[in-house]
């Protein structure tokens, strides 16, 4: 008797969990019932969109959102961490990089197998220099359209900060903006003017303190003569260009 309780317990935990086992009652109405109401999340949002509308909330919205891109455009953020150049200085930077995946043709052939390291400037040449300078700082503007007329074709003249557009409008030639700061971050640059030519299968990279310019493009402009100025009569030397002779 004792061996067949298992067995007579197995059996009716067994036939409870059969579907056919479990029987349906109905328990009535306890309480108070409603319908199920809830509010049309869509008619909220049209209605909501009316009243702004009607109360000029939308149009000022609209004009804001339209003023702070016009703005970012004018002036986008600056490259983060620039500073000037205070020396000259000169380094190598190799822009090969590590293929992550294989690369294919169209067709399946191999380009380049998973971490192959490929060098662009093995393939193509930098046909124009790249200057990086502040826009905010007229001197560096100064020394890159400059610099930008030497040789056959002008350099590119890339901001890390400043008003792009604005200055396209008074030099009437390109300027470009290393949005997000992505080339500044790439070539490691933190100083400004910095140079960016090729060097064989290598950039060399140089920052030039605007300092150190020639003095037609760093030297300030001669100070006005003041009522208390004597001016030099007609045949008599001045000074100031005795010193400058000298």
């Known amino acids: 008797m004792r061996g067949a309780f298992p067995t007579i317990l197995s059996a009716l935990l067994l036939s409870a969990a059969l579907p056919g086992a479990v029987s349906a009652k109905d328990l009535g109405v306890r309480g108070a019932t409603w319908a199920i109401a809830e509010p049309d999340l869509l008619a909220q949002i049209e209605a909501r969109l009316l009243e702004m509308e009607r109360s000029g909330e939308l149009a000022r919205l609209e004009e804001e959102a339209r003023a702070r891109a016009r703005m ?41 197998a998973a971490g192959t390291r490929v060098n662009p400037l093995e393939r193509v040449t930098l046909t124009r220099h790249l200057l990086f300078v502040d826009g905010r700082r007229e001197a560096e503007v100064a020394w890159a359209l400059e610099r ?40 490691g640059l933190r100083f ?40 030099p009569r007609s045949g008599e030397i001045d000074p100031a260009e005795t010193e400058r002779r000298d």
Not at 84 to 94: G, N, T, V, W
Request: hydrophobic share 40%; aromatic share 4%.
């Open 72 to 112: 970012k455009l004018e002036e986008p953020d600056p490259a983060p961490g620039i500073a000037p150049a205070l020396e000259r200085r000169s380094r190598l930077f190799d822009p090969a990089i590590a293929v992550a995946r294989d690369i294919r043709t169209a067709d399946g052939a191999l380009i380049a």
């Open 148 to 187: 930008g007329k030497e040789g056959g074709r002008p350099a590119k003249i890339v901001l890390l900060a400043g008003r792009p557009l604005e200055l396209m409008r008074t030099h009437r030639r390109p300027f470009f903006f290393d949005q997000g700061g992505r080339l500044a971050a790439r070539f």
């Open 192 to 231: 400004t003017p910095s140079l960016v030519e090729q060097a064989g299968t290598r950039l060399r990279i140089t920052e030039v303190p605007v300092e150190s310019l020639p003095p037609r493009l760093g030297e300030s402009l001669p100070r006005p003569p003041s009522r208390g100025d004597r001016l």
